[in-house]
């Protein structure tokens, strides 16, 4: 590939110059390519004699990268879609299982939390609806001032073969004016329109609501709801954690190397005989039997002794958690629900987020999360002929811990005495299922215990 591609397309202006670059570091965070950031920041924190001393730069954890895996988790099991007409419900669960909707969706969620805005791209294909995840630093974008959060027009910035050469490009989907919608395929600047080369410039029909009104292909997804189109700066201090973190580490492991380890010294003498190898190094050959003899170099009284080690190990990599430790709690996670583990493998920087802060995490997300997902529903419902409206999405969760399911029956059990709650309620919590499901399952029950017995 051409080199001028890897550098991405030319932004079209500061400000989404400034958003790409943030987006850009934290998806090389996110997919591991993140090493020439590492050096970066090696190199302003070191002079260069120091920074050869530390060695190769240590990516071995990723503080930003676990983080974001540990809690992006509302995916883990497959939402639960519902519609009144239980045939339109099916087909919808068909296109998205075998389109593997759900399966792109746990990635589309890490970038959506890393970087705090994905996109989902969904098509008709002749084997049916197909998605595809887009980069939020390859996307530019307008919305409307009565809907300041949602895409109203986008561009989307794609390498193709022009000629003889592949260069970036952009498609260019506009519905600021319903009544004529715009689809074309321009040069990355937008100055030359090469949509007749590439089979644009006319609305695709399929792209329609029932009632004729025009819809974009993309979904765009925040993390958080804010009231603007992109929230690009937000949680920049974990991606800047990362990058600290593995440069302390980067150091941790030039301690280990290098000066773990008492210092020995001599002064005005010598060890006599030895042996000197082709490097020019002298030594001896010891063993527990072994008497070392020593010699003055001046005829007076030398003296041996040695220096405490350069470094502590341990204490600086307890040092190096409680710093990361520190830094993930300022990323909406609770001191309480981070945990380091140092009882097996994992031990030495292994910061885990708990059951209670993934659910934490989860739950927050599931507002944001579902906006994008009912629209992307609604939009595939209308590629594929069926009702528009009316959809529903549950989210499973995490299931329950062995644990965790004993102090729920505890707890069904005292408020079924005082007539709070029920059986569909309990079984819905704790398989992770809606309470119609779960009413149909324990109907489903009942008939099999008149059929097979208890």
């Known amino acids: 590939m051409n080199l001028a591609l890897l ?19 934290r998806r090389r965070l996110l997919e591991g390519a993140w090493k020439p950031d590492l050096r970066e920041t090696l190199a302003r924190e070191y002079e260069p004699q120091r920074r050869r001393r530390l060695g190769l730069p240590d990516t071995t954890k990723n503080l930003f990268r676990s983080a974001i895996n540990q809690l992006a988790v509302l995916y883990d099991s497959a939402p639960i879609v519902s519609h009144p007409d239980a045939a339109a419900a099916e087909t919808m669960r068909t296109a998205l299982d075998n389109g593997g909707a759900w399966e792109l969706a746990q990635t589309l969620q890490e970038q959506t939390m890393g970087c705090r805005e994905g996109l989902f791209v969904c098509t008709l294909e002749p084997g049916g609806v197909q998605w595809r995840i887009v980069p939020p630093d390859l996307v530019d974008g307008a919305a409307l001032i009565t809907a300041p959060d949602q895409l109203v027009e986008f561009y989307e910035y794609r390498i193709r073969t022009v000629g003889d ?104 003498c010598e060890i006599a005989g030895g042996v000197t190898d082709s490097n020019g190094d002298r030594y001896v050959q010891t063993d527990e039997a072994s008497i070392l003899n020593f010699r003055s170099t001046d005829g007076l009284s030398g003296s041996l002794g040695q220096f405490s080690p350069g470094g502590d190990p341990a204490s600086l990599l307890n040092a190096i958690e409680n710093y990361a430790a520190g830094c993930l709690a300022d990323f909406d996670v609770a001191p309480a629900d981070i945990a380091r583990t140092h009882t097996d493998a994992r031990s030495g920087y292994a910061i885990e987020i708990t059951r209670s802060g993934q659910r934490a995490a989860a739950a927050r997300a599931k507002r944001p999360q579902r906006r994008g997902d009912l629209e992307m529903i609604g939009k595939v419902a209308a590629l594929l002929g069926l009702p528009v409206d009316g959809w529903s999405i549950a989210y499973p969760g995490i299931p329950l811990s062995m644990q965790e399911k004993k102090l729920l029956l505890e707890e069904h059990k005292e408020r079924s005495e005082m007539g709070v709650t029920s059986k569909p309620a309990l079984l819905a919590k704790l398989d992770g299922i809606t309470e119609d499901q779960a009413r149909d399952l324990l109907r489903q029950y009942a008939r099999d215990r008149l059929e097979f017995g208890e």
């Open 7 to 25: 550098a991405g397309p030319t932004p079209p202006n500061d400000i989404t110059a400034a958003r790409w670059e943030e987006q850009r570091r």
């Open 165 to 268: 050469s592949q260069v970036w490009t952009r498609d260019f989907w506009s519905i600021r004016d319903p009544e004529n919608p715009i689809y074309r395929v321009q040069d990355e600047r937008g100055i030359v329109d090469l949509s007749e080369m590439f089979g644009a410039g006319v609305w695709p029909d399929e792209y329609r609501y029932p009632d004729g009104a025009p819809f974009l292909p993309a979904i765009l997804y925040h993390a958080r709801r804010t009231g603007k189109l992109w929230d690009a700066q937000r949680g920049i201090e974990l991606a800047d954690a990362a990058l600290g973190t593995a440069g302390l580490l980067t150091q941790w492991k030039h301690v280990v190397r290098d000066a773990s380890w008492p210092q020995r010294y001599a002064i005005d």
